[in-house]
Nanobody, 115 residues
Framework: QVQLVESGGGLVQAGGSLRLSCAAS????????MGWYRQAPGKQRELVAR???????NYSDSVKGRFTISRDNAKKTVYLQINRLKPEDTAVYYC?????????WGQGTQVTVSS
């Protein structure tokens, strides 16, 4: 079992920055990658960024150049640095640990960007 706890969300003005953290506990042995998703009101949950166990990253087109995903394996923590925030980035951001088939989710952290 893996437990994921997100933190770092909040209310920020457009153009500002936030750093989200996802602290994992439990065995990470079977986890192939970690990712951040977001879900805005009335919309489907979407992938924002993902990082593999080897450190390879990929991003959705809407966040490339503004978001950076990283991981600290010793701390079992994944980060999402969010710069130049836009009102359309407003959403609940969820951390995901991918098992290949299925995975684990955190409870989410709210990010609200005011214009």
């Amino acid at each position: 079992q893996v437990q994921l706890v997100e933190s770092g969300g909040g209310l920020v003005q457009a153009g500002g920055s936030l750093r989200l953290s996802c602290a994992a506990s439990g065995s990470m042995f079977s986890i192939s990658s970690m990712g951040w998703y977001r879900q805005a009101p009335g919309k489907q949950r979407e992938l924002v960024a993902r990082i593999t166990s080897g450190g390879s990253t990929n991003y959705s087109d809407s966040v490339k150049g503004r978001f950076t995903i990283s991981r600290d394996n010793a701390k079992k923590t994944v980060y999402l640095q969010i710069n130049r925030l836009k009102p359309e980035d407003t959403a609940v951001y969820y951390c995901n640990a991918d098992l290949g088939v299925g995975g684990y989710w955190g409870q989410g952290t709210q990010v609200t960007v005011s214009s």
